[in-house]
Every structure is written in C-alpha cells, then in structure tokens.
C-alpha cells in the first residue's frame, strides 16, 4: 500500500483565520504556494472548484508551467461542459504538464450552489448524469476509432478524439460524494475515493460500503481511498492545543466577516457535511486527537477536522487510518505556504518512513 499526499492551491491567500485581499488571481502567491509543495515533497496539489472560483483549467495549466514534477489534482463537475469536450481538455492538459493530471469529480451537493451556474437538477439525477458522463470521457479516452453514445443526459455520433491522455488509457479519477447514490456511482468509476476527515469508526464503515459497491463492478481491490484532515503541528502535544484554540479563536472572527461563509446554508445538504457534523456533535476532540472545532463553526464547509498534536503524534494517528486502509492523506493548514512547509519538514517524513517499515514488515513475513 503506496502512500500520497496532497496540498491545496488558490490563487488568492485566505482561510478561515485569513481574511482574503488582494486580487483574487494573484500569479505570486499561486507560483509560490504550488513551489512550496513541490519543496515539502506533497505528490500532488489540489485545484478546488466552486460556482463562483476562478477557471480551474487555467490555475492547473500556470502550475504545470511554474512547477517540475507535482502532481495537480483538478477538480471538475460534471455538467457544464460536453464529457467529449472535457476528455480533450483534461487529456491536452495532461500533455502540456507532461503527465501530470488527475481529475477529481465533484457532482455537487447544494441545490444553491448548482443554480448559481443554472444546473436544476436535484442531487440523484445529478448523480445519474455523473455516472453517463464518466461513461463518455472514459470511452472517449479509449476508444481505438468513432464511436457512438445515446443515453439519458448526452447523445453524440462518431467522437474520436485526438488527444488521449500522456501515459495512461485514462487520467486517475477521483471520487467525492457520501450519499448511497454517490457510492454506486464511485464503485464503477473511482480510482480514488475520497473522504473528509471523519472518525475512524465511520471511516471503517464508508471503505467498507465503497468496496462493496465497486465488487459489483469486479474492483474491491483496484480502488483506494483518500482522506482530507487539517494538521495542527507543535512541540508538544500542550503547545499543539494551545495553538488549535487560538485558530479556532481566529476563525470565529473571521469567519463572519467572510461572504463564503456568510452566503452558505445554515444547516448542509449533502450528506459528507452532515456526516461531519455528525462526528463534531461527539464533542471538541474525537479518536484522541480528530479535532472538530472547525467544523462546527462552519456547519462542516468542506474540509474542516483536524488532527491536532506533536508530529509523531499526529503520525501514529494518520497510520491508524492508514491500517484501514487509506493511502491518500490531503492535508492542508491555516497559514497555507508555512503550514505546507511544516508539513514537508516535520510530518510527511515521518508517515512515509513509518509506512514503509510497515510494509517491508509485510514483505518479509511474505517471504
């Protein structure tokens, strides 16, 4: 079991304890926040998407021209682009950054949101027309000459595309969404699921249900699994407390001046928020160290728990999700370049070097 780590990029330096300023495309801070995670040793970076982010194509093509070998994980919502034309996008990006694309697919999980963008269709035929979609940019991918496509969302005749991606038949998709429908449409096509920092009680129990959807498709064991946790670092377990309070602190302060948040529902609709906010109700600190006081503060937006504690303390309890069987960690912080060196210099060493003496533990009781 391999192990990968992903950061987070914006154009623009804001969190929950940062105030956005400046222009909201600021080419300085995305170079920098995109090379410091390519110093910190991250595998990829992630460019979110929202109704009203800045074009994701463009951010992900600037850092493949800024960086050598990160990887960008761009993520993509299906829907607002022909799947034909977005197998060609994905695929000509591939090339440009010499192979190293992946697309994380986000099929929406706030009516509000999609109609920013004109999008009525409620969350289980969003969902549908996910799965239809993922049909054609695969098929689009690798189809070997024209071929047809004639279903409920999109009808199309003789796509043969011209551009495939660089290395693979297909670019690593990964997947988002918590809800049974979202799980089926993830076990056909998912490399990688993703989940928000969750227990591991519930973590244990979504693996297990993701697998059972993909052995439909003859892939319990082709798929891997994801997890997004904010780390909060120190020298001691006292100091990395008393450093969470005064995030949590900050963020209280900040977050009500800050239209995100302002504008977001008070309770969530999709059912990973609710999950979420399911995990902070069990109280500040969940499993020892999964700290949720973000969380409740931003009724769960997006990805908000943390593991809060010395590294080795925070590595042993990365590993206790590992040994469940996630191999991808997205982590990101609150000071989004320092945080991101932080974990380079004190965190990702310590978990990689860790699993690998686990697995060559593996090997030699194989052997």
Request: charged share 20%; net charge negative; hydrophobic share 45%.
């Given at each position: 079991?391999?192990?990968?780590?992903?950061?987070?990029?914006?154009?623009?330096?804001?969190?929950?304890?940062?105030?956005?300023?400046?222009?909201?495309?600021?080419?300085?801070?995305?170079?920098?926040?995109?090379n410091a995670h390519e110093y910190a040793g991250f595998d990829r970076v992630l460019v979110a998407h929202s109704s009203g982010s800045v074009d994701g194509f463009q951010v992900a093509s600037y850092i493949a021209s800024q960086t050598e070998k990160i990887g960008i994980l761009l993520a993509h919502r299906p829907g607002f682009v022909a799947p034909t034309l977005a197998a060609r996008q994905l695929a000509t990006l591939d090339h440009f950054s010499d192979g190293r694309v992946a697309v994380h697919i986000i099929s929406g999980g706030d009516d509000t949101e999609q109609q920013r963008d004109g999008d009525y269709l409620d969350?289980?035929?969003?969902?549908?027309?996910t799965e239809e979609y993922l049909d054609?940019?695969?098929?689009?991918?690798?189809?070997?000459?024209?071929?047809?496509?004639?279903?409920?969302?999109?009808?199309?005749?003789?796509?043969?595309?011209?551009?495939?991606?660089?290395?693979?038949?297909?670019?690593?998709?990964?997947?988002?969404?918590?809800?049974?429908?979202?799980?089926?449409?993830?076990g056909k096509h998912a490399d990688v699921y993703?989940?928000?920092g969750e227990s591991l009680a519930q973590v244990a129990d979504t693996i297990a249900r993701v697998r059972a959807a993909a052995a439909k498709h003859g892939r319990a064991d082709k798929i891997r699994f994801s997890l997004s946790l904010r780390?909060?670092?120190?020298?001691?377990?006292?100091?990395?407390?008393a450093k969470a309070d005064a995030i949590l602190a900050a963020a209280t302060d900040r977050v009500k001046h800050n239209a995100h948040f302002s504008k977001r529902p008070q309770e969530p609709q999709n059912t990973g928020a609710k999950r979420l906010l399911e995990t902070a109700a069990q109280g500040k600190v969940v499993d020892e160290r999964l700290w949720t006081g973000i969380t409740a503060l931003t009724k769960a937006?997006?990805?908000s728990t943390?593991?809060?504690?010395?590294?080795?303390?925070?590595?042993?309890?990365?590993?206790?999700y590992w040994e469940l069987g996630v191999t991808t960690f997205l982590i990101r912080g609150f000071d989004p370049v320092q945080d991101a060196l932080q974990y380079g210099r004190d965190l990702i060493p310590l978990v990689r070097a860790a699993v690998a003496e686990r697995e060559a533990q593996v090997q030699r009781l194989a052997a």
């Open positions: 079991m391999s192990i990968e780590f992903i950061g987070f990029s914006a154009t623009q330096e804001v969190s929950e304890t940062v105030l956005p300023q400046g222009a909201v495309v600021n080419k300085s801070f995305l170079a920098a926040v995109a969350h289980d035929q969003r969902y549908a027309r054609v940019v695969k098929k689009t991918w690798t189809s070997e000459g024209p071929f047809d496509h004639e279903g409920a969302n999109y009808r199309l005749k003789g796509q043969n595309a011209g551009v495939r991606p660089l290395h693979n038949q297909h670019l690593p998709i990964y997947f988002g969404g918590s809800s049974d429908v979202a799980i089926e449409v993830a993703a989940l928000w780390p909060v670092l120190a020298a001691t377990e006292e100091a990395a407390w937006a997006g990805n943390g593991l809060v504690g010395t590294p080795e303390q925070v590595r042993d309890a990365l590993l206790k």
